[in-house]
Every structure is written in structure tokens, then in C-alpha cells.
């Protein structure tokens, strides 16, 4: 497959009003600013209005610089630390049953279809293309079981040019898998790992890897012992991304206590899955050791607040983990989360954390309702959707600062079919709080990944 001709930004400028979050309490604004982009797709400087080299740099672009019309507003592209690509189809259904039932019921039957390559080929367009119209720039996958159909949702992500983190799933304990829909042995698990991370590193067109492979077990009750080693073997041998689920519910939780006799997280630690580049889906669960072993070998937490609600039985406590010098990124978890939207997942991780500070019983006292200091707002929020998510994968993106990749998202905060209302506010905050509660694709108006567009404004012109 051939990676097609995008315009771009590569070796241009950029000059609007944009905001980013380079910290977790501190939202920049940087209004009437200018991001000069590379030839290879890197900010290499950002000049406000009252910056000394800001004139040359007018001068010397010229016609190649682009100026964001009035009323539309960049943000770094979001980066989704963790979505079930297979599972698109099912966003918004199948809610009613906790994760050991939804699994089976209906999760596993749904995924085992990916083994037809026609089936996925439509299904995972569609929903990279959906992904990146909502602003994702980054997205970590779990693929499925499969190889081939793995090696083509990396296809996919290239051809459209979504950066993406793509694993083939590993999972072949006979007794938490179905028949038709596990690895037969742990060899095989291993094999087809390694054939996938192979695969991703050869592509012709993933020379500037903005495809990456990872080593993804899907959590500890569907592999085995043999298969956890060897995944932690490869790991370190291609020195590459890891994810998995941990700790995510009562059950998942207590699994991992009576096979283990220690938590997951340690177990997944003694297998050799616990690095600067493992990131661990929910983990609300974490003791507060655990914490600390996460944040000793820099391991980070996809955080999935709305899927918590329906699947982990429990608020994962954000605010803890962050003072424990946990890494957190946000991740929509499709389709256990029923929303695609990165905005929606900011939202619903400042509510959710409110929640947890608050309590939910009313029959208990105010002082016993709630877990103090746990609410995040909503700057922090979008720090993890964006800068968080680019530190737990370590990789330079979700700031608008020298050194980033240059993958943004412009927001038309003016388009009619869109759900932003302005009126007539002016202050740069409230303009930030009303993009993130009212955003929807309709006010998508470009994205650019790496420096190319890889969405056009929905008129159907380029933002040019
Ligand atoms: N644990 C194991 N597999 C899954 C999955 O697909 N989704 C979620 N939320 N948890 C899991
Ligand atoms: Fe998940």
C-alpha cells in the first residue's frame, strides 16, 4: 500500500491562536502565535506576537504560511492510550454484563471475525478514519488474536496516517479463551508477537515509524505463564511498547491474587512487563506499592474513566497516582468506553474524579461520603489527553514546544453544525472551557499529524 500525498505544514509555518497544557495545572495560551514546522514534521520554533525573530520568520515564509481564519483554535492532537480497534462495531452496545461475561458474550465472538481480512479491512477504515476526524492523533491499539488482520490495521493507520501503537493480542490459556479464538500455544503467541513487531519495523512505508509495534498480552488471566515470559522476553529484545490490562475490575483483580498470591502488577513485573514503555489499561486496583513499582520502572496508567463506570467497579483514584509520580494518559477504551470522543474523555475524568472526592451515598455523612483530594479539573485533564498520553508512550508529541512532532488539531469554534456557542465571549479561558465541553466533529475543521493534513475542513476545502 501506498502512503499518498498529503498537503502539509512540512517545511512551512503556521500562525493562529492555540492552546496546549505542558504541564498537568497550566493551560498556555498562545494567541497570534507563529509554529514553524521542519521538513521532517518537528516544531522547530513557536514565536508570540511580541517574539524579535517573529517579523523574519513572516518574511521568509511568505505564501507557505498558513493563517488559522478567525474563530478557529489549535490544540495538540489527542493521544488515546488505549482503544480496542476490533471492537468499533460494538461502541455503545453490550453494557449490561460485567467483564467476565462481556468477554465471552460477546466481546470474544465479535473479535474472532477479524480472522476475515475483508470484515476488518472495512471495519478498521472506518474507524481510523472516525478517530482522526475526532482529533486522535496518536492511538494505541490492541488489535486482535490474528496476525494478518493486526498487520493490516498497521496498514491502515499508515495508508491514512494515524500515528499509531498497534499490537496483535496475545492470549492462549484454553481455560479463559474460547476454541476459535485463542493462540494454541504459547509459542504461537509468542511467534505471532514477534512476527507482527517484525512486520510493523520492515514496512516500506513506515520508514519514519510513525507505525509502532507492541507486545500486548491481553491481561493475565488469558495467558500463561510460558506465554507472560517469553512476551517479556520479546520485550526487551526489540525494546519496544508494552500494554495490558491490570487490576481493571473486583474479579480481574482477584485473579491475578489466587493465580499469583501477589497483585498483577507485580506479577506482570516478574515476567519482565513492567517498563518505560508498558502502559497498563485501568489499573484501578493499584495499591499503593504498586504505585510505586509503576512509577520505579516509569510504567505508566491508561486511564479509561468511562469505561470504569460500566466495567471496574470502582473510580481509579487519578489524583493519587499522579502525587505517587505515576505517568496517566487518557484512553477512551472503545468499546468498553461508548464514546470515540477524546473530548468526551476528558469530561468524564474530571466527573468521575469529582465523584470520588465527593462520594455517591447520600445515607453517609458528608466527612465519610467522599476520598478528599481526588478531583482533577479540566486543564489537567486535557494535559493528560495530550501531554500525558506523549510522556507514558515517551514519545515527543501532545506539546505545541520546539523538539514536538507537529500533530494538530484546528477547531472551528464557529461552525453552525458544530456544538460550540461562543456569542460574544473574548476571554481565552472561557473559549478553552466552551471547545472542551461543546466540540464535536463537526467542529473538527483540520488535523495534521507529523506535519501533514490528514484531515480537510468538512466543506470539503483545505485549510491552506
Ligand atoms: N480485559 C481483557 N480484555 C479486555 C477488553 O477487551 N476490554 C476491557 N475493558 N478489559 C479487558
Ligand atoms: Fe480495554
Known amino acids: 500500500m501506498n502512503t499518498p500525498l498529503r498537503p502539509g505544514l512540512r517545511g512551512r509555518a503556521i500562525i493562529g491562536d492555540f492552546f496546549h497544557a505542558p504541564v498537568l495545572d497550566r493551560l498556555e495560551i498562545l494567541f497570534d502565535t507563529l509554529i514553524e514546522v521542519d521538513e521532517v514534521g518537528t516544531i522547530s520554533a513557536v514565536l508570540g506576537p511580541n517574539d524579535p525573530r517573529r517579523a523574519e520568520a513572516e518574511a521568509r515564509f511568505g505564501d507557505m504560511l498558513l493563517r488559522l481564519p478567525q474563530g478557529r483554535y489549535g490544540l495538540p492532537g489527542f493521544v488515546d492510550t488505549h482503544v480496542h480497534a476490533p471492537q468499533y462495531p460494538q461502541l455503545g452496545l453490550a453494557l449490561d454484563a460485567p467483564l467476565e461475561t462481556w468477554l465471552n458474550t460477546y466481546t470474544f465472538p465479535l473479535e474472532a ?71 494454541a500455544t504459547p509459542e504461537d503467541a509468542i511467534a505471532g508477537t514477534r512476527d507482527v513487531i517484525e512486520y510493523i519495523r520492515s514496512h516500506p512505508d513506515n520508514q519514519e515509524a510513525l507505525v509502532l509495534p507492541v507486545v500486548t498480552p491481553r491481561f493475565t488471566p488469558s495467558c500463561s505463564d510460558e506465554a507472560l515470559a517469553g512476551l517479556g522476553a520479546l520485550a526487551l ?59 520505579g520502572r516509569g510504567a505508566g496508567v491508561a486511564h479509561c474513566a468511562l469505561s470504569n463506570i460500566y466495567f471496574a467497579n470502582s473510580v481509579f483514584p487519578l489524583r493519587k497516582a499522579l502525587e505517587r509520580h505515576v505517568r496517566v494518559g487518557l484512553g477512551t477504551d472503545i468499546s468498553g468506553g461508548p464514546s470515540a470522543s477524546m473530548f468526551d474523555a476528558c469530561l468524564t475524568t474530571v466527573r468521575s474524579s469529582r465523584m470520588l472526592e465527593e462520594g455517591v451515598d447520600p445515607d453517609l455523612p458528608a466527612e465519610r461520603r467522599g476520598r478528599p483530594r481526588s478531583a482533577v479539573d479540566l486543564v489537567a485533564a486535557f494535559h493528560l489527553a495530550t501531554a500525558g498520553g506523549g510522556d507514558v508512550l515517551d514519545l515527543p508529541v501532545g ?25 460574544d465571549l473574548t476571554e481565552p479561558t472561557a473559549i478553552f472551557e466552551k471547545i472542551m465541553h461543546g466540540a464535536t466533529r463537526a467542529n473538527v475543521a483540520a488535523v495534521w499529524v507529523d506535519g501533514h493534513q490528514v484531515v480537510p475542513s468538512p466543506t470539503g476545502e483545505a485549510v491552506r
Open 399 to 423: 506539546r505545541l514546544a520546539v523538539g514536538y512532532r507537529f500533530d494538530l488539531v484546528a477547531i472551528d469554534a464557529t461552525a453552525r453544525s458544530g456544538g460550540i456557542r461562543l456569542f
Open 113 to 183: 471475525q477479524y480472522a476475515d481480512l475483508e470484515f476488518a479491512a472495512a471495519r478498521y477504515q472506518l474507524l481510523v478514519e472516525d478517530l482522526l476526524a475526532g482529533g486522535t492523533t496518536t492511538a494505541l491499539y490492541f488489535a486482535t488474536q490474528h496476525v494478518e488482520a493486526s498487520k493490516l490495521l498497521a496498514d491502515i493507520c499508515l495508508a491514512l496516517g494515524q500515528r499509531a501503537l498497534v499490537g496483535k493480542v496475545a492470549m492462549d490459556d484454553a481455560t479463559a479463551c474460547p476454541e476459535g479464538y485463542r493462540d
Open 237 to 295: 529484545q526489540y525494546d519496544c511498547h508494552v500494554q495490558t490490562h491490570c487490576s481493571e475490575s473486583d474479579w480481574a483483580h482477584g485473579h491475578a491474587l489466587s493465580r499469583f498470591g501477589v497483585t498483577d502488577a507485580e506479577a506482570l513485573d516478574g515476567f519482565g512487563l513492567l517498563t518505560r514503555r508498558t502502559v497498563l489499561a485501568h489499573a484501578n486496583f493499584l495499591s499503593s506499592d504498586d504505585m510505586d513499582r509503576l512509577a
